[in-house]
């Protein structure tokens, strides 16, 4: 006990040498926390700056990409758009607004942009309507059924030029079996891709006849994804197949048809394929749409700045359908937690 105890005192007294000043441990032990903070920070921040390479060595690619292929030829098209550049000339020269006011005053345009108007309210309703319908009849696991998905499921399989090909020797007015048909039925083969009246509608339909399928597909996914404990319900309490369609099935297809009715308006602006096989924008022009007129203005006649003006055009209506039309359509539409 005394020897623990003499020890203990002996430990506990200093040695020879000035006292320690408080104020200089304060500051050691400040140091070491800083010391220990910048360490932690450092160490929360490897983990974040590892995520952020690898986030940008996966996008880079993409990026690449979309630099290479949409902004940069996007940007080439709009500052070409103010320029006038043609086969004879030797170099472009600035002219301001002069393309866009120069189409403006041009007929064959105001013509192909009523053509383009007329072809989407055609062909976008009714591949949607039948795309819909397709997807209501088919809806089911029977054997019947799978083989009707596959039948009207298999032209989007087909590439444009080939359906296209297709239906060009169907109305042939000579030799077509659908000419054919109608004669026998009406009395007289029309000439639907010879007659300007007739000949824009039958561009849309086949347009129809190539995209119901793939419509039919989306609307068949948000079909299956609705629970049929809510529609049963709804015939419980006496509904209609109507009813039950109208007030259940449709509110809860929203989000679906939204988009393809997106899908179905983008596609009738840029798919042109059947046009070229089909009327070459003929006759008369009663065809031409406005891409068509843009491959026209930039590779036959070769008007490369009204070309870029038009490409301009393009993509400022798709760019204010998706900002102005698509918040607005989308506000009726129910999306399902």
């Known amino acids: 006990m005394l020897v623990s105890s003499a020890t203990l005192h002996k430990g506990s007294t200093r040695g020879p040498g000035p006292p320690a000043d408080p104020e200089d441990s304060v500051t050691t032990l400040g140091a070491r926390a800083e010391a220990l903070a910048l360490s932690g920070s450092w160490a929360r921040r490897r983990p974040r700056r590892a995520v952020i390479g690898l986030a940008a060595s996966l996008l880079a690619p993409t990026l690449i990409f979309l630099l290479a292929f949409t902004y940069w030829p996007l940007l080439v098209s709009v500052i070409g758009s103010f320029q006038r550049w043609t086969l004879t000339s030797s170099a472009p020269h600035w002219v301001g607004l002069g393309n866009y006011r120069e189409l403006w005053r041009?007929?064959?345009?105001?013509?192909?942009?009523?053509?383009?108007?007329?072809?989407?309210?055609?062909?976008?309703?009714?591949?949607?309507?039948?795309?819909?319908?397709?997807?209501?009849?088919?809806?089911?696991?029977?054997?019947?059924?799978?083989?009707?998905?596959?039948?009207?499921?298999?032209?989007?399989?087909?590439?444009?030029?080939?359906?296209?090909?297709?239906?060009?020797?169907?109305?042939?007015?000579?030799?077509?079996?659908?000419?054919?048909?109608?004669?026998?039925?009406?009395?007289?083969?029309?000439?639907?891709?010879?007659?300007?009246?007739?000949?824009?509608?039958?561009?849309?339909?086949?347009?129809?006849?190539?995209?119901?399928?793939?419509?039919?597909?989306?609307?068949?996914?948000?079909?299956?994804?609705?629970?049929?404990?809510?529609?049963?319900?709804?015939?419980?309490?006496?509904?209609?197949?109507?009813?039950v369609f109208r007030y259940v099935t449709w509110p809860l297809l929203g989000p679906v048809t939204f988009y393809v009715a997106i899908t179905a308006i983008l596609d009738a602006l840029r798919n042109v394929d059947h046009i070229f096989v089909l009327t070459r924008g003929g006759p008369a022009n009663a065809t031409n749409v406005l891409l068509y007129e843009t491959y026209l203005k930039a590779f036959e006649f070769w008007q490369t700045g009204q070309a870029s003006a038009m490409t301009v055009m393009i993509v400022a209506a798709l760019l204010g359908l998706a900002v102005l039309a698509m918040p607005r359509l989308e506000r009726g539409i129910h999306y399902e937690a």
């Open 106 to 243: 041009d007929a064959l345009f105001r013509q192909v942009l009523g053509n383009t108007g007329v072809y989407v309210v055609i062909e976008v309703p009714l591949a949607i309507l039948l795309g819909l319908a397709a997807a209501l009849a088919v809806d089911g696991h029977g054997r019947l059924r799978l083989l009707a998905r596959a039948l009207i499921f298999h032209p989007v399989l087909l590439p444009t030029v080939a359906i296209a090909a297709i239906w060009l020797f169907l109305l042939n007015p000579v030799s077509g079996p659908v000419v054919d048909v109608m004669s026998r039925v009406l009395g007289a083969a029309p000439k639907m891709l010879a007659e300007p009246a007739s000949a824009l509608v039958t561009v849309a339909l086949v347009a129809v006849y190539k995209n119901a399928g793939l419509y039919m597909l989306f609307f068949l996914a948000g079909l299956q994804a609705i629970s049929r404990d809510l529609q049963d319900a709804a015939r419980v309490e006496g509904a209609t197949e109507w009813r």
